[in-house]
């Protein structure tokens, strides 16, 4: 955890976003406020350039009345919460063996020398992020990744070329809300 103190985040809670949160805490029985961490945590991440600082993590546990290590322990568990910036458009991989039997480390190392980047690094634009991911659940449809809330399936070279041009002519939605 200490390594992540080295990123700072502007935490912006309007009024708008305690909106949702309180009505997401409200599906839950008193006392149960825990209960809502999970989606907390997305409404937090999706309203602060999709990553949770330490102390934007600080704040879902004093929002939820619950101690920070709570918080980080989810955090840290799951690969959908992001503990350090990440680019707009994060290009997820799926590297588990249908997508790996399928080339998908090819195309994805494609994607980085396109991009000039690792995995886990951000453009210096910071359009986008390239990492590679465990098991989307949708095998049949390898090699693929996962873009937002959306799906890019049998990618090809010339696939991942037209993905990136659209993510730059501003053509992707990233979430179905």
């Not at 502007?10 to 149960?32: A, C, F, W």
């Not at 409404?43 to 330490?54: I, K, M, P, T, Y």
């Not at 994060?90 to 995995?119: H, Q, R, W």
Request: proline letters at 4%; glycine letters at 6%.
């Amino acid at each position: 955890m200490e390594t992540l103190k080295k990123y700072h985040q502007d935490i912006n809670i309007t009024p708008e976003l305690m909106q949702r949160i309180q009505e997401l805490v409200s599906h839950y029985p008193e006392g149960k406020q825990k209960s809502a961490l999970l989606p907390v945590l997305h409404e937090l991440q999706d309203a602060h350039d999709n990553w949770l600082s330490v102390e934007l993590q600080n704040k879902a546990a004093e929002i939820l009345n619950i101690t920070p290590i709570e918080v980080y322990e989810v955090v840290t568990f799951y690969t959908m919460f992001n503990q350090k910036p990440v680019g707009k458009y994060m290009l997820e991989f799926c590297v588990t063996s249908c997508c790996a039997i399928n080339k998908a480390e090819d195309v994805m190392d494609y994607t980085c020398e396109k991009l000039g980047v690792k995995p886990g690094q951000v453009t210096a634009d910071g359009l986008f992020s390239v990492v590679g991911v465990q098991c989307l659940g949708a095998c049949g449809y390898a090699p693929m990744l996962q873009l937002g809330d959306f799906y890019h399936e049998h990618l090809t070279k010339e696939k991942v070329d037209q993905l990136i041009n659209d993510c730059k002519e501003d053509k992707i939605t990233l979430h179905d809300k």
